[in-house]
């Protein structure tokens, strides 16, 4: 679906304070969760930029995604599935994959994340269900299916894999994860 899970909402916030990106990709955003969530609290700083790819068009209106003058949501919008994106795109201060790895073969997150770190991110926040959480196409959205069963051993791991330091928060749902370079 396009909303997600309360669950661990508040520990990635507090991550995102103490790092305070100045450059952030949602990946998959939906209804724009995370930048409902986290632009509140941006850096007081000017500058601070947000960018969205986005696989199903119709939500980038649906959930008004774009930034207007009275409203923060994205600076810029990709619609496109990430996996194809260029990797200039992922070279940010954080990288959200919120709700969104679920959505794609498990070989094909291992890769987008290793491609995310490569391509020089600073932090990487993930969250998915650590749960078993069948899931299909969604208001017309085939993009929308559960195709692989995260455990939170399998995504601790993984991310480990990158080298860098984890942090993990896993819940009676969600599992979220603060990855940082540093």
Known sequence: MP??????????????????????LDIGP??????????????????VWWTAVEIHKPYVA????????TRKAYDEIHVE??????D??????LVIAGDVLEHMPREDAIALLRRVEAAGAWHI??????????QG???????????HQWDAG??????????????AMHGGTLGVWWWSRR
């Open 3 to 24: 909303t997600s899970d309360a669950e661990g909402k508040d520990w990635s916030l507090a991550r995102f304070k103490r790092h305070q990106p100045r450059t952030v």
């Open 30 to 47: 939906g209804e724009g969760t995370y930048a409902k969530l986290l632009r509140p609290h941006e850096p007081d700083v000017p500058g």
């Open 62 to 69: 649906k959930y008004k995604l774009k930034s207007t003058k």
């Open 81 to 86: 599935d990430i996996r194809e994106s260029e």
């Open 88 to 93: 200039h795109l992922l070279h940010r201060d």
């Open 125 to 134: 926040l993930v969250s998915l269900p650590i749960v078993e959480s069948q």
């Open 137 to 147: 196409e969604v208001e017309g959205n085939a993009h929308e299916a559960h195709v």
């Open 154 to 167: 399998d995504m601790d791991q993984v991310l480990a894999s990158l080298g860098g330091n984890v942090e």
